[in-house]
Nanobody, 126 residues
Framework: QVQLVESGGGLVQAGGSLRLSCAAS????????MAWFRQAPGKEREFVAA????????KAADSVKDRFTISRDNAKNTVYLQMNSLKPEDTAVYYC???????????????????WGQGTQVTVSS
């Protein structure tokens, strides 16, 4: 059974930092892209950041690109999201996603990801 388990969410003041982790089990994703998405209350899910299979290529949404960094450790089958300079508008449930498409690139569309975690809440207070 494939599982993605996120951790590291919580409550933080504006300007603070958090590091999210997503550990995969049941299969490896060392040859496929992984990503983070988020969904705020009353809003649609949106792309946050993605990384290709070896971590050599990444993409972040314009709203976070100067503050968030995605990375992965294939030896641990884990992807990370380092979030700095957090803002109240970053408050959301953050989801990890893994693709099954063996590819050298990354994807920004949720449709390209077959596996999803249960989500971790990030709340940024002003």
């Amino acid at each position: 059974q494939v599982q993605l388990v996120e951790s590291g969410g919580g409550l933080v003041q504006a300007g603070g930092s958090l590091r999210l982790s997503c550990a995969a089990s049941g299969r490896t994703f060392n040859d496929a892209p992984m990503a983070w998405f988020r969904q705020a209350p009353g809003k649609e899910r949106e792309f946050v950041a993605a990384v290709n299979w070896n971590g050599g290529s990444t993409k972040a949404a314009d709203s976070v690109k100067d503050r968030f960094t995605i990375s992965r450790d294939n030896a641990k089958n884990t992807v990370y999201l380092q979030m700095n300079s957090l803002k109240p508008e970053d408050t959301a449930v953050y989801y990890c996603a893994a693709s099954t498409y063996v590819s050298g690139t990354y994807y920004t569309s949720g449709e390209m990801y077959a596996y999803w975690g249960q989500g971790t809440q990030v709340t940024v207070s002003s």
